[in-house]
């Protein structure tokens, strides 16, 4: 079974910045794209970033292009989302999804499993 537990979540002021971890678990992560999206309220679930299988492309919505970065660690088969330059518009609840084996998870309809999420305020 497929577990995924986000932390790192928070208030934060506008220009601030938060990273999110999501520690995936057993046999669940290495050779499997992983990526995050997130939910404000009253919208619908968004593609924010993904990171192929391999680390070796990365892949992000444009409203955080240039700001968040994600990475992954398969030793610690924990995928990271570092947000910079948070704006009041990236308040949401983050959730971290595992892909496919092998993928690229470009898409939010790569991705097939999903963790709790994680809240993300960011206060003007």
């Known amino acids: 079974q497929v577990q995924l537990v986000e932390s790192g979540g928070g208030l934060v002021q506008a220009g601030g910045s938060l990273r999110l971890s999501c520690a995936a678990s057993?046999?669940?992560?290495?050779?499997?794209?992983m990526g995050w999206s997130r939910q404000a309220p009253g919208k619908e679930r968004e593609f924010v970033a993904g990171?192929?299988?391999?680390?070796?492309?990365?892949y992000y919505s444009d409203s955080v292009k240039g700001r968040f970065t994600i990475s992954r660690d398969d030793a610690k088969n924990t995928v990271y989302l570092q947000m910079n330059s948070l704006k009041p518009e990236d308040t949401a609840v983050y959730f971290c999804?595992?892909?496919?084996?092998?993928?690229?998870?470009?898409?939010?309809?790569?991705?097939?499993?999903w963790g709790q999420g994680a809240q993300v305020t960011v206060s003007s």
């Open positions: 990171i192929e299988w391999s680390g070796g492309n990365t």
């Open positions: 999804a595992r892909g496919s084996y092998l993928g690229h998870g470009r898409a939010l309809s790569d991705y097939h499993y």
């Open positions: 057993g046999r669940t992560f290495t050779n499997y794209a």
